[in-house]
């Protein structure tokens, strides 16, 4: 069974703090995303990565940086976290090519910043 | 950059009626529309997707319907479940081919 695994369900972190949100998958997918989720906006994609030490800027990079440095591994970087990245933060993996719209997510992290 | 556009935000259906959800996408070089399922407490999760080469994809009492002149596809939902109940996302790829745009969300909610 694919899996996709997110390091906490739930993060309470303060305002100008240093956050880190890890992703793990079992599936040695190619590509690697973090998702934010926030209500009626549905989920926007703020970094994609394709290979190891690669990525993409998503939709919404700033305040944000990423870092893979193993394959199965992707984390999420909040160099000094604002209250308005209280939010919900997913994790996805897929393969390359045609399969690439499959997209696994893991179940993400519920980060609130006081 | 691509959007999609979802509606509606929330929809009640009684359980045994028809859930319908339309999304309309702005421009793609590429030719798959997912649709995914995502229940309270867990991650999205794909549940049908459709290649416009076909204008309609069944699969059990979830079909979706695909018009590609004017850019829009939607989900039916037949005899709708409280088991259904959760939010669906619709989405375009990019025009890369690398990435997926989400619509906004739709909560779906069947009453028994």
């Known amino acids: 069974d694919v899996k996709v695994t997110q390091s906490s369900r739930y993060l309470v972190k303060r305002t100008g703090e240093k956050v880190f949100l890890e992703c793990v998958q079992d599936?040695?997918?190619?590509?690697m995303f973090w998702y934010r989720q926030d209500p009626g906006l549905g989920l926007r994609l703020i970094y994609f990565?394709?290979?190891?030490?690669?990525?993409e800027k998503g939709d919404i990079p700033e305040g944000y940086s990423v870092s893979r440095e193993k394959k199965e591994r992707f984390s999420l970087i909040l160099e000094s976290a604002s209250t308005n990245q209280t939010s919900m933060y997913l994790c996805?993996?897929?393969?390359?090519?045609?399969?690439?719209?499959?997209?696994?997510f893991g179940p993400g992290t519920r980060l609130t910043v006081t | 950059q691509q959007q999609v556009k979802q509606s509606p935000q929330s929809l009640i259906v009684q359980k045994g009626g028809i859930s319908i959800i339309n999304c309309a996408y702005e421009?793609?070089?590429?030719?798959?529309f997912p649709w995914y399922q995502q229940f309270p407490g867990k991650g999205p999760a794909l549940l049908i997707a459709?290649?416009?080469?076909?204008s309609e994809k069944k699969e059990g009492r979830f079909t979706i319907s695909f018009n590609k002149s004017a850019k829009q596809f939607s989900l039916h939902i037949m005899d709708s479940q409280p088991g259904d109940s959760a939010t669906y996302f619709c989405?375009?790829?990019?025009?890369?081919?690398?990435?997926?745009?989400f619509g906004g969300g739709t909560r779906l909610m069947v009453k028994p």
């Open positions: 996805a993996s897929s393969l390359t090519g045609v399969g690439s719209y499959e997209q696994y």
């Open positions: 599936m040695d997918h190619e590509n």
């Open positions: 990565s394709y290979d190891v030490k690669m990525k």
């Open positions: 421009n793609t070089a590429f030719d798959y």
């Open positions: 459709i290649r416009p080469d076909v």
């Open positions: 989405a375009a790829p990019n025009n890369a081919g690398n990435m997926l745009t």
